[in-house]
């Protein structure tokens, strides 16, 4: 069944806009989700810096009975990569279902809780966007931050939180997907021996 968009004079499909109701059937187990294929990293680079790479970003996509796709995003900062976030989206409504930050930091104005390096969710809704932030406890992690962590030293703990955060959004996870570390960014060239002329 589709839904004529009245501004843009096209046919959507319901399941391109979220709402409460879509959203709650998502997070409730109820669309089939499941993960079914490996990370795929790449580099993203500081604006206008094409080789000062600022974190590694993985999508994947996650399989389920709707009409639309939904993406599973993985975010490392490369300065600190014991500060994470994995992202549930809705690419047709540009949407973050879910946000889960790994000793992130987050401000909740509102509330005047102060998130310092501390593990918190952000979960989505019509009214709030993603302004509902809360503490989890169904992510198995050390909660301080790794004074020596590096891409390897958190694998293990990246594939584990990856898992957790998948199951407390009530998704499976196939045969067909397999943990893929993260890939280390392409250091940037050397310009040594270069002479420079005015």
Not at 123 to 139: L, M
Request: glycine share 6%; net charge negative.
């Amino acid at each position: 069944m589709f839904v004529i968009s009245m501004l843009r004079g096209e046919c959507m499909d319901p399941d391109d806009v979220m709402i409460d109701a879509l959203a709650d059937k998502i997070l409730g187990g109820k669309v089939g989700g499941t993960l079914h294929l490996p990370f795929r990293w790449k580099q993203k680079n500081a604006p206008r810096r094409a080789y000062s790479p600022v974190h590694v970003e993985a999508n994947t996509p996650v399989r389920t009975d709707l009409s639309c796709r939904l993406d599973l995003r993985f975010r490392i900062g490369l300065d600190k990569p014991w500060e994470y976030s994995l992202i549930l989206l809705h690419p047709g409504s540009r949407t973050v279902l879910r946000r889960l930050d790994v000793r992130g930091t987050h401000l909740d104005r509102e509330s005047g809780e102060h998130f310092i390096n501390r593990t918190h969710k952000h979960r989505w809704s019509e009214q709030r966007g993603n302004r509902d932030v809360y503490a989890p406890d169904d992510i198995r992690h050390a909660p301080d931050p790794i004074a020596d962590a590096t891409l390897t030293s958190m694998d293990e703990e990246y594939d584990r939180v990856v898992r957790d955060f998948v199951l407390e959004c009530k998704m499976d996870i196939s045969a067909g997907y397999v943990w893929v570390p993260p890939t280390p960014p392409i250091p940037a060239p050397t310009l040594e021996g270069f002479e420079e002329y005015p």
